[in-house]
């Protein structure tokens, strides 16, 4: 009896995790592969919350495949040990026999466990990983699906912003905030706005390089004095020598509110405000910069198609325990494999050589890196002068 | 001897101001005028800090024209007295015999009290205003050009992040802050979201009614008991009853950091953490909302653009202390005029009408009213992946 194929996704949404849907829909089609999708992650399969995927129509195929956010609903939960047996289980109810798990590092370590789990019961279930985070944090792939379109909407956004900001000829410095809790890729993203017509930003805060608080000050009065504007870009997860939050130290920061990620610009805010001048603005992206689908990267969007589509034919040929991987070629990207066990868990962060430390910036070799990943626009679909988006949660 | 013509931008930016400045220039090219644009607004007049706009080149123009921010810069600043006399001087020495001020109505008071100076003291000096806001608040005039853009990025942006919101099986408080002081034109673009697919926003608070702190509550409990989540648009200028911001009240906010605008989403969220839940997140658009050219509506451009070309039209034709308005006819958009006096200080509010109390929500003639207004994808240059813009400061 054929066997089906299950899909969940875990952890943050993106603006291509729904293309990567698309990627696996269609091509397990193609192949006459019953495809159900597990609504809010893998808590779907727990939950016996499955719905048939293949029933989707070719009309709501295509909104899917450049609608943000994740169109099945995802989830945050750690599989306990329990809860193996459990998947099993319904994978039985189901006659599943392929099980793609969308994430990143946490939830490769899921697929990798899973995999373990369904060898050493003499199951015949085979485990495919598929990448996803704007962080582009997963080791042994060239990039993750979901980074692209987050980096062009924040090259974008830092570009329209600069230029707003220097509106006026008056003294100003504006504090950016970009997700990314330990890996910089986001923020350094924020490089490529500058072109011979915009040179913000003028200072790049990133996670990889400990946060100095006098070096920090130094580095704008300096910036400011020169130009009277200072437009600075800082990553959410940017730490001090010993690894802490700089903002959530000795309560310094008991007028910011809630001890929670995000405090960072209010921090930085206060240190220019004391110090240097009160003109000063702060824009958090938060949760607009993984959810902008409306200038995604077609590259990354046809990456994260590819990424479904090749996770669906290895898994069909019986590959298991590995995770689909990005390569560059010359001419595009090639989808390739890694075992599961050397992605889960590990964290890859920017190359130090890559980052200028002198001048708060990253390298040519890092902007020809991200260069690649932002290109092209998606032909998204428009309805009454919006986009127009899908899910089925 | 052939008079030149000057124009301005004062005021906050918008991402289609610089399409007005293209209508301008192409315009007055065509009657083989020389075109002189003032940087950072009427100040670049009082301080003779003009630049001869009709040099820029037809490519450049074309990036001109999709560029977000003003490119030859804005002011903030009220003239004195004094200063009508000074720039009279420099109109003498540069030969200028129509002056353009694109603005809102603090601008149009400006641009009214010039008009009436030049003829006081006998010159031949014609005045033409230009409007602009993403407030969309001068009166006589169906809408403001860079409003259309705003509101497209605005409901796009709820959409997506809507999606984004409701991705866990999980209690969720969204609460987004709008700009809009007085008017909640803005805030009400986040009605256009909703869709067969989208259900949100929820909630929508306008400066045009009270704000209750307990009405408020009760709302988002209401709809928090049936959904479990709550998505919440805001306006940045929603008053209490006596017309003071609620957040300013008692020193009640000293947790919020400063006391200046942009701090209502902090003070909703601290109300819905206390009473409600701990599961609120809050983004404030700040002046992404007023730059983001990349998702600009094309009817919002080309009204933009028609603005310049009929002011400059008009001028030549001795047409002064008027107002450019906009009137919607039944295929489109035509350009009309209104005396600077009737538009110099006036404020537009929503209509109450238009504003359905009980449900936090605007009625069908406000979606009616707003939706012809984001229309249509701007084709804007890209280069390197990004939308490639321009600036003359």
């Not at 330990?182 to 790049?204: K, M, Q, W, Y």
Request: net charge negative; with cysteine.
């Amino acid at each position: 009896m054929k066997k089906n194929l299950v899909f969940a996704q875990s952890g943050g949404p993106t603006s291509v995790i729904n293309a990567t849907c698309y990627g696996i829909i269609t091509e397990a089609k193609k192949h006459g592969l019953k495809v159900f999708a597990s609504k809010y992650g893998i808590e779907g399969i727990l939950k016996d919350n499955l719905i048939d995927a293949t029933e989707i129509s070719d009309r709501d195929l295509n909104i899917l495949r450049y609608s943000p956010s994740a169109a099945f609903g995802s989830c945050r939960y750690k599989l306990k040990d329990g809860d193996f047996e459990k998947i099993c289980e319904i994978f039985e109810k189901y006659r599943i026999g392929y099980f793609l798990y969308i994430g990143g590092n946490d939830s490769m370590d899921t697929a990798h466990r899973l995999s373990e789990y369904v060898i050493n019961t003499g199951r015949d279930i085979k485990v495919i990983g598929l990448p996803k985070t704007i962080d582009n944090d997963l080791t042994n792939t060239y990039c993750c699906p979901g980074y692209g379109s987050a980096a062009k909407f924040v090259a974008t956004s830092v570009r329209e912003m600069a230029l707003d900001a220097d509106v006026y000829d008056k003294e100003a410095v504006t504090i950016v905030e970009v997700m990314g809790r330990d890996s910089g890729f986001l923020t350094a993203a924020s490089a490529l706005a500058r072109d011979e017509v915009v040179d913000a930003p003028h200072l790049i805060y990133l996670p990889e390089v400990p946060f100095e608080e006098d070096v920090f000050l130094s580095d704008v009065e300096r910036v400011f004095r020169k130009k009277g504007k200072v437009f600075i870009t800082t990553s959410e997860g940017i730490k001090d020598k010993s690894g802490n939050y700089p903002y959530l130290r000795d309560g310094k920061c008991d007028a910011f509110g809630n001890m929670q990620m995000g405090g960072v610009s209010r921090y930085l805010e206060h240190l220019v405000r004391e110090n240097i001048t009160k003109r000063v603005k702060v824009i958090e992206f938060s949760i607009i910069q993984r959810s902008a689908a409306h200038i995604a990267s077609l590259v990354d969007n046809q990456v994260a198609t590819m990424v479904g589509k090749v996770g669906v034919e290895k898994i069909l040929n019986g590959t298991s325990d590995v995770m689909i991987s990005i390569e560059k070629t010359d001419t595009g990207f090639e989808a390739g494999t890694v075992p599961l066990a050397k992605v889960a868990n590990y964290t890859k962060s920017i190359p130090i050589e890559w980052i200028d430390q002198q001048n708060r910036w990253v390298t040519q070799d890092a902007i020809e890196y991200m260069l690649p990943l932002i290109q092209g626009q998606v032909d998204i679909p428009y309805e009454n002068g919006l986009p127009k988006y899908i899910r089925f949660i």
